[in-house]
Structures are given as C-alpha cells and as structure tokens.
Nanobody, 125 residues
Framework: QVQVVESGGGLVQPGGSLRLSCEAS????????IGWFRQAPGKEREGVSC????????YYADSVKGRFTISRDIAKNTVFLQMNSLKPEDTAVYYC??????????????????WGQGTQVTVSS
C-alpha cells in the first residue's frame, strides 16, 4: 500500500527555518516522484516543490525559489523540504503526494495520488 506521512511542521518566526519530512512506505523513491503542496485557509492548493524519481531533478514554485530546498534520502525512503527565510505568507498546511512522473503541469497536483494527512506550518511573530 502506497503511503506518505508528513512531519516537521510547527510555529516559527518570520525569517526562521523548518524542515519538513515526507516518509514513504509501500514503494521506493526511485519509482515514484514526490511533490510538496500547501493550502492556506480560503486559498487554493498550490504546488511548492517536487523531485523526480528517475534522476532526482528538482522543481520549485516561483514563490519559494531560493528559499526552499527539496531533497531525498533513498536509504531512509524520505523526502525533505528545507524551508528557510520563512514569511507569514508561507503559513499553510503542507502536504506531500506521489506521482509516477513529473509533468509541466505538476503545480496543479492532478497527477499526484496517495496524499498524506498534512502538517501545519505557521509563520508568525
């Protein structure tokens, strides 16, 4: 059974950092790509970052480029999202999800299945 579980969210001050984890089970990261998405109250879900299963290529939304870094540990079957220079507008529930491959439309999330339960990230002073 393909499953992903997010962890690492919390409350952080503006300018601070958090590292989210997405632990995978039922599959290996060299067979499925992983995407991070977020949804703030009253807003649509948006793609944040993803990492390709084949070669580890990474992709980012413009809003997080230069601040967020996605990576994977194949041995631990876990994907990480390092978030630096956090802003109040980064506040949202963050989800990870699986996809067989990354397409140019990855940010809309329609190619992704097996979503996790989400982890809350709150950036506030």
């Amino acid at each position: 059974q393909v499953q992903v579980v997010e962890s690492g969210g919390g409350l952080v001050q503006p300018g601070g950092s958090l590292r989210l984890s997405c632990e995978a089970s039922g599959f290996t990261l060299d067979h499925y790509s992983i995407g991070w998405f977020r949804q703030a109250p009253g807003k649509e879900r948006e793609g944040v970052s993803c990492i390709d299963s084949f070669d580890g290529s990474t992709y980012y939304a413009d809003s997080v480029k230069g601040r967020f870094t996605i990576s994977r540990d194949i041995a631990k079957n876990t994907v990480f999202l390092q978030m630096n220079s956090l802003k109040p507008e980064d506040t949202a529930v963050y989800y990870c999800a699986t996809a067989p491959l990354i397409t140019p439309q990855w940010t809309n999330g329609v190619d992704f299945g097996s979503w996790g339960q989400g982890t809350q990230v709150t950036v506030s002073s």
